[in-house]
């Protein structure tokens, strides 16, 4: 019986395999950091243009008449890509790739247009849930992993990067990459790493570190030895590159040329491109995708489903990284006043002089708690209807631009027609 069970087990996963594994990764990160280059890296293809196509489709947004634009729409692309291992297993890789990311003067729009996205997927999952008859084609959309691209700078975090995951860090998996990373020596790539895990620990950012969640008695100690050697990495520096150049030994590379030689961009001694490919499609892909539903959808869902504000919990991550240490005398400060009163009620019941009296102020402080919590949802819901409303709103202002930009073409198109028209009527003449 056990071998009729195993060889079950085994055929349902090689039918898994054959269909493919559904795998979702956002690559984030300012115009000019490398983003289209890692893409087309990771996937062993051109799958996206890095010839500052993004940069010229946003160039109206930058300037007019000589002054320099507020708001740079952050724009969603989205790449699907097939890979396949020596094995057969199939890998529907789909990119979400964010040209004009951080391009404004006042990014919030940006962090709101990604975080809305996120959710999105987790709401649509959500609705599936609770159909009675499912779909049997629905299409899981959520990002399993975000790839957040860090200038190499040499000073670490900036404001910039902090409140963003901050507010992004709750909903979906972060691994900070530090990008272009031959731009650096060894000493400041070592240094730039460790000042980068600094802020991220000083700020308690939320991103996955790989052993969070991770039972020691449950894991290999070969696993978790490579856990806590892919958290030792973070951030992950990487090199790409379009280009294809013949290696010492004749075979094609990815690299990169310079006046004196060539970067292979696989070399494990320069770069953790490798290394961070492995864990993407290979060692960690599972666990990716496991954290994304076990822990951060179930998180959403439950704040979601019992009212509770996901955005209040962002701001407070965003006023902590503003209040610094005062957070903690605060903090301090609320202890003391809770002793205070704990202190002062116990004195007051030791009296028993009125317990009637305390018994109807018990009851009236129930019923103030539940008027509290159904205004709570209430505003929950209030907040929930304008954001989606602000997200239906920048939708149908994308859409407004694509149509007067596809009118544009076809005005054109008329024009060269009318044009060839004329030109072959002359001739005809």
Same mark, same amino acid.
């Given at each position: 019986? *056990?071998?009729?069970?195993?060889?079950?087990?085994?055929?349902?996963?090689?039918?898994? %395999?054959?269909?493919?594994?559904?795998?979702?990764?956002?690559?984030?990160?300012?115009?000019?950091?490398?983003?289209?280059?890692?893409?087309?890296?990771?996937?062993?293809?051109?799958?996206?243009?890095?010839?500052?196509?993004?940069?010229?489709?946003?160039?109206?947004? #930058?300037?007019?008449?000589? @002054?320099?634009?507020?708001?740079?729409?952050? =724009?969603?692309?989205? @790449?699907?890509?097939?890979?396949?291992?020596?094995?057969?297993?199939?890998?529907?890789?789909?990119?979400? =790739?964010?040209?004009?990311?951080?391009?404004?003067?006042?990014?919030? /729009?940006?962090?709101?247009?990604?975080?809305? &996205?996120?959710?999105?997927?987790?709401?649509?999952?959500?609705?599936?849930?609770?159909?009675?008859?499912?779909?049997?084609?629905?299409?899981?959309?959520?990002?399993?992993?975000?790839?957040?691209?860090?200038?190499?700078?040499?000073?670490?975090?900036?404001?910039?990067?902090?409140?963003?995951?901050?507010?992004?860090? =709750?909903?979906?998996?972060? +691994?900070?990459?530090? !990008?272009?990373?031959?731009? +650096?020596?060894?000493?400041?790539?070592? %240094? /730039?790493?460790?000042?980068?895990?600094?802020?991220?620990?000083? &700020?308690?950012?939320?991103?996955? $570190?790989?052993?969070?969640?991770?039972?020691?008695?449950?894991?290999?100690?070969?696993?978790?030895?490579?856990?806590?050697? %892919?958290?030792?990495?973070?951030?992950?520096?990487?090199?790409?590159?379009?280009?294809?150049?013949?290696?010492? *030994?004749?075979?094609?590379?990815?690299?990169?040329?310079?006046?004196?030689?060539?970067? =292979?961009?696989?070399?494990?001694?320069?770069?953790?491109?490798?290394?961070?490919?492995?864990?993407? #499609?290979?060692?960690?892909?599972?666990?990716?995708?496991?954290?994304?539903?076990?822990?951060?959808?179930?998180?959403?869902?439950?704040?979601?489903?019992?009212?509770?504000?996901?955005?209040?919990?962002?701001?407070? *991550?965003?006023? $902590?990284? &503003?209040?610094?240490?005062? !957070?903690?005398?605060?903090?301090?400060?609320?202890?003391?006043?809770?002793?205070?009163? !704990?202190?002062?009620?116990?004195?007051?019941?030791?009296?028993?002089?009125?317990?009637?009296? &305390?018994? /109807?102020?018990?009851?009236?402080?129930?019923?103030?708690?539940?008027?509290?919590?159904?205004?709570?949802?209430?505003?929950?819901?209030? +907040?929930?209807?304008?954001?989606?409303?602000?997200?239906?709103?920048?939708?149908?202002?994308? %859409?407004?631009?694509?149509?007067?930009?596809?009118?544009?073409?076809?005005?054109?198109?008329?024009?060269?027609?009318?044009?060839? @028209?004329?030109?072959? !009527?002359?001739?005809?003449?």
């Amino acid at each position: 019986m *056990n071998g009729i069970i195993e060889a079950s087990a085994n055929l349902r996963k090689r039918k898994q %395999l054959k269909r493919g594994i559904n795998f979702t990764i956002m690559v984030i990160g300012p115009s000019g950091s490398g983003r289209s280059t890692f893409i087309n890296t990771l996937c062993g293809q051109n799958v996206v243009e890095c010839s500052g196509a993004s940069l010229k489709q946003n160039s109206k947004y #930058l300037s007019a008449g000589n @002054e320099i634009q507020a708001q740079v729409p952050v =724009d969603l692309r989205h @790449e699907m890509v097939e890979l396949e291992d020596d094995e057969g297993v199939k890998i529907q890789l789909n990119i979400i =790739d964010t040209p004009g990311f951080g391009s404004s003067i006042d990014n919030t /729009n940006n962090f709101d247009i990604i975080s809305d &996205y996120i959710k999105h997927q987790y709401d649509e999952i959500l609705l599936e849930e609770s159909r009675v008859k499912r779909n049997p084609r629905f299409k899981d959309g959520r990002v399993h992993v975000l790839l957040y691209f860090i200038e190499p700078t040499g000073h670490g975090l900036k404001e910039f990067d902090i409140l963003f995951m901050q507010k992004i860090g =709750d909903l979906c998996n972060i +691994l900070p990459v530090i !990008s272009k990373s031959d731009s +650096l020596t060894v000493e400041e790539l070592k %240094l /730039n790493k460790k000042m980068i895990i600094d802020d991220i620990n000083y &700020y308690n950012l939320p991103i996955f $570190n790989f052993l969070d969640n991770v039972n020691e008695d449950e894991i290999s100690e070969e696993d978790y030895e490579t856990n806590l050697y %892919l958290k030792s990495l973070l951030p992950f520096s990487v090199i790409g590159s379009n280009e294809l150049y013949t290696g010492a *030994n004749g075979e094609q590379i990815r690299a990169r040329k310079y006046p004196w030689g060539i970067i =292979d961009v696989e070399d494990a001694n320069v770069s953790d491109f490798v290394v961070l490919r492995n864990t993407l #499609l290979i060692s960690h892909l599972n666990d990716l995708k496991e954290h994304t539903h076990q822990i951060l959808y179930e998180n959403y869902r439950t704040e979601t489903l019992s009212g509770n504000s996901h955005t209040k919990s962002n701001n407070n *991550n965003s006023n $902590n990284y &503003y209040s610094g240490s005062r !957070s903690v005398d605060a903090h301090n400060t609320a202890t003391v006043a809770s002793t205070s009163v !704990s202190s002062s009620n116990a004195a007051t019941d030791t009296q028993g002089d009125k317990p009637h009296e &305390y018994s /109807n102020e018990s009851e009236t402080n129930h019923v103030a708690a539940a008027g509290d919590n159904y205004l709570a949802k209430e505003e929950q819901i209030k +907040l929930e209807e304008e954001r989606l409303k602000a997200f239906e709103e920048r939708v149908q202002q994308e %859409l407004q631009l694509k149509r007067q930009e596809l009118l544009k073409r076809e005005q054109e198109l008329r024009e060269i027609e009318e044009r060839l @028209e004329r030109e072959a !009527s002359m001739n005809n003449e």
